[in-house]
Every structure is written in C-alpha cells, then in structure tokens.
C-alpha cells in the first residue's frame, strides 16, 4: 500500500517565511483547474450559467421565431460554452454529452 506523500512548502520574501496551502481546485482566466487537469467541475458550472441564460431568453422573449431564438442562443448562451475551449476541450463522452444537451 502506498502512503501518501505529505511535503509542506513555503515561500520567503525579505520579511517572512510563509507556508503555501494545498487547494483541490483553482480558477484562472474562468476556467476551472483541479488538482488532477479534470475540467468536469468547470463543465458542470458552465452548463448551469448556460442554462440560466436559456432561462432569462425563455422569460423575456415569449413570443418568437426559430431565427430569433437561433440568433439569440448563438450571441448569448454559445459564447458561455465555448469560452477557452482549446484550453478545457472535452475529451469524456458524459462531459460531451452534456455539454451538446444544452
């Protein structure tokens, strides 16, 4: 069985020592890294700001077209989805799956 390996650093400047803490996930540039390069975390979270755009068009614009609605979904949800694509780029069929659902 192997044991973890638990190992602190630390970064000085001209006055202190400090100790650098371990984070399971970090956001950059608004995409979500974890500690393993998976991106499902930064999937799941725009997929929910795709949805609740879906859902602000659906409230404020009752009453339209297949070419109105084409339009808007393109100027407003696709962009949520395919922000830093090259970067997250879904590989997992779940993740792509969900991703063309919205």
Same mark, same amino acid.
């Given at each position: /069985?192997?044991?973890?390996?638990?190992?602190?650093?630390?970064?000085?400047?001209?006055?202190?020592?400090?100790?650098?803490?371990?984070?399971?996930?970090?956001?950059?540039?608004?995409?979500?890294?974890?500690?393993?390069?998976?991106?499902?975390?930064?999937?799941?979270?725009?997929?929910?700001?795709?949805?609740?755009?879906?859902?602000?068009?659906?409230?404020?614009?009752?009453? /339209?077209?297949?070419?109105?609605?084409?339009?808007?979904?393109?100027? /407003?949800?696709?962009?949520?989805?395919?922000?830093?694509?090259?970067?997250?780029?879904?590989?997992?069929?779940?993740?792509?799956?969900?991703?063309?659902?919205?």
């Amino acid at each position: /069985m192997l044991t973890p390996c638990v190992t602190q650093y630390y970064i000085a400047d001209s006055r202190a020592c400090h100790e650098l803490i371990k984070v399971d996930s970090v956001s950059d540039l608004g995409v979500r890294f974890d500690f393993k390069l998976c991106f499902s975390d930064h999937v799941n979270e725009k997929i929910c700001k795709a949805y609740s755009v879906l859902g602000v068009i659906k409230r404020n614009f009752i009453n /339209m077209d297949k070419n109105t609605f084409t339009l808007l979904y393109k100027a /407003m949800v696709r962009p949520h989805l395919e922000y830093a694509n090259t970067v997250w780029c879904p590989y997992k069929k779940g993740d792509i799956e969900v991703i063309e659902k919205v």
